[in-house]
């Protein structure tokens, strides 16, 4: 069973940044893709990073402010966020997959990121 588990989020001022975690039960090496996505209330689910083999991919609205990455070593895939703005203010998901296109398999439960103006 393949657990994702978040962490890193909380309340931070606009122009400020966060680093989100995410911890793997399994071996992230096994995954093909890994990714975060965002929901904010009242929005439609956002997939805002993605990282397969050697490409990575992000929404328009983060180019140039997120950075995602991983550490094989420890099974953590991370989100680093710099110069937040209130609109980034969602709860962010862990997302990991085998396969090499389409939905993902796997989720976290969340965790909320607040940027306050």
């Known amino acids: 069973q393949v657990q994702l588990v978040e962490s890193g989020g909380g309340l931070v001022q606009a122009g400020g940044s966060l680093r989100l975690s995410c911890a793997a039960s399994?071996?992230?090496?096994?995954?093909?893709?890994m990714g975060w996505y965002r929901q904010a209330p009242g929005k439609q689910r956002e997939l805002v990073a993605e990282?397969?083999?050697?490409?990575?991919n992000y929404a328009d609205s983060v180019k140039g402010r997120f950075t995602i990455s991983r550490d094989v070593a420890k099974n953590t895939v991370y989100l680093q966020m710099d110069s937040l703005r209130p609109e980034d203010t969602a709860v962010y998901y862990c997302?990991?997959?085998?396969?090499?296109?389409?939905?993902?398999?796997?989720w976290g439960q969340g965790t909320q990121v607040t940027v306050s103006s």
């Open positions: 399994g071996r992230i090496a096994s995954f093909n893709r």
């Open positions: 990282l397969t083999i050697g490409v990575t």
């Open positions: 997302v990991a997959d085998r396969g090499s296109w389409g939905g993902y398999d796997y």
